[in-house]
């Protein structure tokens, strides 16, 4: 997982008592791959779904369970344990967790800890995690609301097969999840407010039922992009060829297959939206006619032609518009990537070109960007696309009017 922004970090981690407390297992060792230091803090609860010895073993560093712990030179656990803490991540968060939070109570160390913590200076996060009913609950949906407006994130829940058997909200995120969520949460927040449109992936040109005519694109480049621009808070709209790609968190995804369909869902989303990032591999050409049966092979030897005819320009489209969002093309070429991409820029009428060479980056994690604008070029060197996507979208911020 590309979670650079994690490095470094030191995480206070709570585990309330709950099931889902073996996710927190599996989050511990995650953080550290990531470069975070860990602090386990545990309820008496929690210590009754999993071991201080396991979460000591996968931290590194001994468990805090308790607030009369005298190992602390002062003796004062719940004020030293957050001031070098970079967050305060309970998970799992129990019903009972919450609601004495929301209460102010403070009678073991992890609710003692988060009320003494600075609260300026080190945030609150909240992975709930319980049944369908208690989440359901107004008790605990009036805790949550209570703790969220005191400054806490609240993470999930997600909905799905609950321990108990029953199925509904209530379930903690996976580990996975959660990391994504504090590495976000981390990001600058340097797209809020904003509405992004991105188109992604390759398109799907059909030519029989069976055929048809496509490239390679993973839609990798896109999705990262996605991604990033929902990390620094933007409110993201993805427009996706067929590509095997999950979609981002919190990003509201549009499948296409056709360069005619992308338009048709583009054009009129475009208004409604502050930036238009164009990384679709878009089929410059399409089959005029699409067979309706498969077309046979009858054994004289004769290959069908295909008559083919030119797609929307979708991105020029998009540019020309009376008031078009700020637009970002991509070039993907194969030779001469700036003089390629600096022609590109001005064809298509945008204030800003990403140059990427296409075949030494369709389907790899990794790609070596060149930006593209009036004032002339930067690279950004050769890095994971998560990483690049976060460096464009900062470059993408800095460019957009107040
Ligand atoms: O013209 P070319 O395909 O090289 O330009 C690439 C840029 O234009 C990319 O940003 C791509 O997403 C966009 N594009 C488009 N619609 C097309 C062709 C390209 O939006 N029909």
Redesign the pocket.
């Known amino acids: 997982m590309d979670t650079p922004q994690l490095a470094g970090r030191h995480i206070v981690l709570g585990l309330s008592g709950g099931v889902a407390c073996f996710k927190a297992a599996e989050l511990t060792r995650e953080l550290g791959r990531a470069g975070a230091t860990v602090q386990v803090v545990m309820t008496e609860a929690a210590e009754a779904f999993i071991t201080a010895v396991t979460m000591q073993a996968l931290s590194g560093r001994p468990v805090f369970t308790s607030q009369w712990d005298a190992r602390e030179p002062n003796n004062m656990a719940h004020i030293n344990l957050t001031r070098t803490a970079d967050a305060v991540l309970v998970a799992p968060a129990s019903a009972d967790f919450i609601a004495k939070l929301a209460q102010g109570r403070a009678d073991d160390l992890l609710s003692l800890l988060c009320l003494a913590r600075p609260i300026e200076r080190c945030p609150l996060l909240l992975a709930p995690a319980m049944n369908r009913e208690m989440w359901a609950h107004p008790a605990t949906q009036r805790n949550v609301a209570q703790a969220a407006a005191d400054g806490a994130t609240v993470l999930g829940p997600a909905a799905g097969d609950q321990a108990c058997g029953e199925v509904g909200d209530g379930r903690m995120l996976e580990a996975t999840e959660l990391l994504d969520d504090l590495g976000a949460f981390f990001q600058p927040k340097v797209l809020a407010g904003r509405r992004l449109l991105i188109?992604a992936g390759p398109t799907y040109e059909a030519i029989d039922p069976v055929r048809g005519i496509t490239n390679l694109s993973s839609g990798k480049m896109g999705f990262a992009i996605a991604q990033a621009a929902r990390e620094a808070g933007a409110e993201v709209t993805l427009v996706a060829g067929p590509v095997h790609l999950p979609t981002p968190r919190h990003v509201r995804r549009i499948d296409v297959r056709s360069?005619q369909q992308?338009?048709d869902v583009v054009l009129p989303l475009a208004a409604s939206h502050d930036v238009f990032v164009?990384?679709?591999?878009?089929?410059?050409w399409r089959p005029a006619a699409s067979a309706e049966q498969k077309i046979k092979k009858d054994g004289s030897g004769q290959v069908p032609t295909i008559a083919m005819t030119e797609?929307?320009?979708?991105?020029?489209?998009?540019a020309r518009l009376p008031q078009p969002p700020y637009c970002?093309?991509?070039?993907?070429?194969s030779h001469d990537l700036v003089r390629?991409a600096r022609e590109?820029r001005l064809?298509?009428h945008v204030p800003l070109?990403v140059g990427n060479l296409g075949p030494a980056t369709f389907g790899r994690d990794d790609n070596t960007l060149v930006l593209v604008d009036a004032q002339g070029e930067r690279e950004l060197p050769t890095a994971g696309k998560l990483s690049l996507a976060r460096e464009l979208v900062r470059e993408i911020a800095a460019r957009l009017a107040p």
């Open positions: 188109t360069a992308m338009h164009a990384t679709a591999a878009v089929a410059d797609n929307p320009d979708i991105l020029a489209t998009v970002v093309g991509f070039a993907a070429e390629h590109k064809r298509k070109i």
